[in-house]
T-cell receptor
Framework: GAGVSQTPSNKVTEKGKYVELRCDPI?????LYWYRQSLGQGPEFLIY????????DSGLPNDRFFAVRPEGSVSTLKIQRTERGDSAVYLC????????????FGPGTRLTVL | AQRVTQPEKLLSVFKGAPVELKCNYS??????LFWYVQYSRQRLQLLLR??SRESIKGFTADLNKGETSFHLKKPFAQEEDSAMYYC???????????FGSGTQLTVLP
């Protein structure tokens, strides 16, 4: 079956604009994770969902970042008033459930804020 | 603070030589440790978990709680092993992964 997919693969925006990044997890996976990877660093946790609810959003850097998963499948990461420091690769991962630590990653969305 | 340290950003070895990628963690409880790998132009994927005690593609890793280490080893490196390797862990009830900064392994012919 298909793996985790993310769209767009690349997004270039201007400082101050709003962006949405989409993640489509593996069918049947109830747990979904968002990470951010800056140049030269490992992925850093942002938020994860079990079903429709955000189980832990402690990694979101500030209130400009928000994520939803309204139907328990596709998730959207939303960034308001983008800043140059938001430029990074945003990774999504899913696992069968929160008790399963094996996470499958998507290809990422490269966000560039000019 | 919970942290994973990979001291080598770059590591080069010749084909057929042994390779060891170092990983140390700081956590007072019982973590679950992982190695993830990213080949060129591919997505991040799980290589192995300490709890499985398995060998994948000839790689092994042993959790040493005394030294808080989880080094990745392979006795005879192959050119196709060239990739970025990330050590990661989950802890307690937290299900998210905490990653190290990665080691770029290059296996020379």
């Amino acid at each position: 079956g298909a793996g985790v997919s993310q769209t767009p693969s690349n997004k270039v925006t201007e400082k101050g604009k709003y962006v949405e990044l989409r993640c489509d997890p593996i069918s049947g996976h109830t747990a979904l994770y968002w990470y951010r990877q800056s140049l030269g660093q490992g992925p850093e946790f942002l938020i994860y969902f079990q079903g429709t609810g955000a189980a832990d959003d402690s990694g979101l850097p500030n209130d400009r970042f928000f994520a939803v998963r309204p139907e328990g499948s596709v998730s959207t990461l939303k960034i308001q008033r983008t800043e140059r420091g938001d430029s990074a690769v945003y990774l999504c991962a899913s696992s069968l459930n929160l008790g399963d630590p094996k996470q499958f990653f998507g290809p990422g969305t490269r966000l560039t804020v000019l | 603070a919970q942290r994973v340290t990979q001291p080598e950003k770059l590591l080069s070895v010749f084909k057929g030589a042994p390779v060891e990628l170092k990983c140390n963690y700081s956590y007072s409880g019982s973590p679950e440790l992982f190695w993830y790998v990213q080949y060129s132009r591919q997505r991040l994927q799980l290589l192995l978990r300490h709890i499985s005690r398995e060998s994948i593609k000839g790689f092994t890793a042993d959790l040493n709680k005394g030294e808080t280490s989880f080094h990745l080893k392979k006795p005879f490196a192959q050119e196709e092993d060239s990739a970025m390797y990330y050590c990661a862990f989950t802890s307690g009830s937290a299900r998210q992964l905490t990653f190290g900064s990665g080691t770029q392994l290059t296996v020379l012919p």
